[in-house]
């Protein structure tokens, strides 16, 4: 009879002013479809000066708004549909048309550009056929096969009555037990795994006074709301990403910049397997890597093979939807099946795997790259930032902590000291008859034998230990919660290395150190390099290449 039923029913309130209106049985009307738009072309059935005729008549050019005014739910894809599979059929019930009747629509082009659709009550269609029975198999046929999920409870006889679509969303009599007051509303049936969206309908009627009943009708909206969904989950990992950009252009440290992408790789692109890679010379360091990788291997390789070699040279994100094809590839585990690498600017490659064939779709590839971004632009911001900093704090020769540098690490280590009340010892050291060996061997020579000492130095302290370019060959060395013994000891192990060094590079290099600690409340920096300068003096004084202690029975 057909080849497509829409099934609606919507609830229109009793007084509507078209409610007592009684036209005819039929109603036609013709649409006309141009350049996309559909726009009413006649109306047939109705008298012209009805309220119904009128308001039909203005919302002619806007479907949506005609759906409204008639009962109809969604006609724009109903004269579509007859439009390109040239006839469809359907059934609505109408408070509009006839106080609450109901109808049968039967939609159909005419010609190449015009639809008619023909609207019938039921029981006027009923009456003008005279086989019944027949018209009731075809009509129950059309309600079994409907698209629309159908759910029908005869009181009268306690007999329930579902349709194809309704058992195989999973509907029971439970569905027809929920109260909507007449209104549409969103439902899901089903597990989590299986879940379907239905927008339904419930319509409670009687006749002869007694006989009741109820309907359900329930349009299958899944693929809407699942995209509604999506829509939802991809707004919120944009918003996510926005927050983690926010703090990744606050880290103060590329291993914060590491963290954090991870973090957001994790909780927000869900990615389980990941690999964080960076450029340190000729090779990429791992920098992050997950605990499940099976034999993690080196911790670093070529910055020119393999996978991750190809993205840093291309710059360019790589998708491999099957990375068994690819000779690039050297998977650590023969479950890994996908992968997606990331340049991560010219400072590293970022990288995820899946054990899913073809795992990453577009908006994964967008997202990624859009973390990528924000990590490589906070990577050269930490790092210029850190440049600025050397040029202005560090001795650009020796890279040692220039004048400039000098107030900046020692006001914190003095403030150290006096709140916890540890020790703080100060060096001053001076290369012997410097001015000797620029005459002899020139300047550039000088320079390297300041470069060199400032090297051997580094090789004795400790990391928390700052060397401090104070003149032209004199430093300063600050050793934060060292005593004034331990400072000797350690001044001790600098002469001494110094010798084997000029002896193994056949040089002739010495030097005079003066040594000093921080002597409490009412000290300061100032004086404790009045302190170490006066005690360099009498080591020179005493023949140089040695040390002196500044004790404090001397101030």
Same mark, same amino acid.
């Given at each position: 009879?057909?080849?497509e039923?829409?099934f609606f029913?919507d609830?229109?309130d009793s007084?509507?002013?078209y409610?007592?209106?009684k036209?005819?049985?039929e109603?036609?009307l013709?649409?006309?479809l141009?350049d996309?738009r559909t726009i009413l072309?006649?109306i047939?059935?109705l008298?012209?000066?009805?309220?119904l005729?009128?308001?039909?008549?203005?919302?002619?050019?806007?479907?949506?708004?005609?759906s409204s005014v008639?009962g109809?739910?969604d006609?724009s894809?109903?004269i579509?549909?007859?439009?390109s599979?040239r006839?469809?059929?359907?059934?609505?019930?109408?408070?509009?048309l006839?106080?609450?009747?109901?109808?049968?629509?039967?939609?159909?082009?005419?010609?190449?550009?015009l639809v008619?659709?023909v609207?019938e009550?039921?029981e006027?269609y009923?009456?003008?056929?005279?086989n019944?029975?027949?018209?009731f198999a075809?009509?129950?046929r059309?309600?079994?096969?409907?698209?629309?999920?159908?759910c029908?409870?005869?009181?009268n006889?306690?007999?329930v009555?579902? &349709?194809?679509r309704?058992?195989e969303?999973?509907?029971d009599?439970?569905?027809l037990?929920?109260?909507?007051e007449?209104?549409?509303?969103?439902?899901s049936v089903?597990s989590?795994?299986?879940k379907?969206?239905?927008?339904?309908?419930?319509v409670?009627f +009687?006749?002869?006074?007694?006989h009741t009943g109820?309907?359900?009708?329930s349009?299958?909206?899944t693929d809407?709301?699942r995209?509604?969904l999506e829509?939802k989950k991809?707004?919120?990992?944009?918003?996510?990403?926005?927050?983690?950009?926010?703090?990744?252009?606050?880290a103060d440290s590329e291993?914060?910049?590491?963290?954090?992408?991870?973090e957001?790789? +994790?909780?927000?692109l869900e990615?389980d397997v990941y690999?964080?890679?960076?450029?340190?010379g000729d090779?990429?360091v791992v920098?992050r890597?997950?605990?499940s990788?099976?034999?993690?291997?080196?911790d670093?390789?070529?910055?020119h093979?393999?996978?991750?070699?190809?993205?840093?040279?291309?710059?360019?994100?790589?998708?491999f939807?099957?990375?068994?094809?690819s000779i690039?590839?050297?998977?650590?585990?023969?479950?890994y099946?996908?992968a997606?690498?990331?340049p991560?600017g010219n400072?590293g490659v970022?990288q995820?795997i899946?054990?899913?064939?073809? *795992?990453?779709?577009?908006?994964d590839?967008?997202?990624?790259?859009?973390?990528?971004a924000?990590?490589?632009e906070a990577?050269n911001?930490?790092r &210029?930032r850190?440049?600025?900093t050397?040029?202005?704090?560090n001795?650009?020769?020796?890279?040692?902590?220039?004048?400039?540098g000098l #107030?900046k690490?020692?006001s914190?280590?003095i403030?150290k000291?006096i709140r916890?009340?540890?020790?703080?010892?100060?060096?001053m050291?001076?290369?012997d008859?410097?001015?000797?060996?620029n005459?002899?061997?020139?300047?550039?020579?000088?320079?390297?034998?300041?470069?060199?000492?400032?090297e051997?130095?580094?090789m004795?302290?400790r990391?928390?230990?700052?060397?401090?370019?104070w003149g032209?060959?004199?430093?300063?060395?600050?050793l934060?919660?060292?005593?004034l013994e331990g *400072?000797e000891s350690?001044a001790?192990?600098?002469?001494d290395?110094?010798?084997k060094?000029?002896? #193994?590079e056949?040089?002739e290099?010495?030097?005079?150190?003066?040594?000093?600690?921080?002597?409490?409340?009412?000290?300061?920096i100032?004086?404790?390099?009045?302190?170490?300068?006066? *005690?360099l003096?009498e080591?020179?004084s005493?023949?140089?290449n040695?040390?002196?202690?500044?004790?404090?029975? +001397?101030?």
């Open positions: 009879m057909c080849d039923l829409h029913a609830g229109f007084e509507s002013p409610s007592s209106v036209e005819n049985r109603l036609e013709v649409f006309g141009y996309g072309e006649k047939c059935g008298d012209e000066s009805s309220p005729f009128t308001e039909i008549l203005r919302a002619g050019e806007d479907i949506d708004r005609l008639l109809v739910e006609l894809s109903i579509l549909s007859a439009h599979r006839e469809v059929n359907f059934a609505f019930r109408s408070e509009v006839d106080e609450g009747r109901y109808y049968l629509g039967h939609a159909e082009r005419s010609d190449e550009s008619s659709v609207f009550e039921l006027h009923l009456a003008r056929n005279k019944r029975e027949r018209l075809n009509l129950v059309i309600l079994e096969n409907s698209p629309v999920a159908l029908f409870y005869d009181s006889f306690d007999s009555f579902f &349709n194809k309704a058992k969303a999973g509907f009599i439970s569905a037990s929920v109260s909507s007449g209104k549409p509303f969103i439902e089903g989590e795994e299986t379907r969206y239905f927008r339904s309908l419930i409670d +009687q006749w002869d006074g007694s109820r309907a359900k009708y349009v299958d909206i809407s709301e995209a509604k829509l991809s707004r919120n990992k944009i918003k996510k990403l926005h927050e983690i950009a926010l703090k990744l252009s606050k291993e914060r910049v590491y963290d954090l992408i991870v957001a790789s +994790q909780k927000i990615f690999s964080l890679d960076i450029v340190e090779f990429l920098k890597v997950t605990n990788v099976p034999d993690k291997g080196d670093c390789y070529n910055k093979e393999g996978i991750a070699g190809r993205t840093l040279r291309e710059g360019k994100t790589l998708v939807p099957d990375i068994s094809i690039e590839a050297k998977p650590k585990s023969s479950d099946r996908s997606l690498s990331i991560i400072f970022f995820t899946s054990t899913e064939l073809d *795992a990453f779709d577009s908006e590839v967008e997202l990624a790259e859009i973390l990528a924000h990590g490589a990577i911001g930490i &210029n850190g440049e600025i050397r040029l202005t704090y001795d650009p020769l020796t890279g040692a902590l220039s004048r400039n #107030e690490f020692t914190v280590e403030e000291s916890h009340s540890v020790p703080l010892s100060l060096m050291l001076d290369i008859d410097f001015k000797g060996i005459d002899s061997f020139g300047h550039v020579y000088g320079d390297s034998v300041l470069s060199w000492l400032v051997s130095v580094r004795i302290i990391s928390t230990d700052q060397v401090i370019r032209g060959d004199e430093f300063l060395i600050v934060p919660e060292v005593t *400072a350690m001790e192990r600098i002469l290395h110094l010798k060094r000029t002896i #193994e056949r040089a290099i010495t030097v005079s150190i003066g040594i000093t600690s921080f002597l409490g409340d009412g000290d300061d100032d004086r404790m390099i009045h302190r170490a300068d006066s *005690a003096y080591a020179k005493k023949g140089k040695r040390l002196h202690v500044f004790r404090e029975s +001397q101030s």
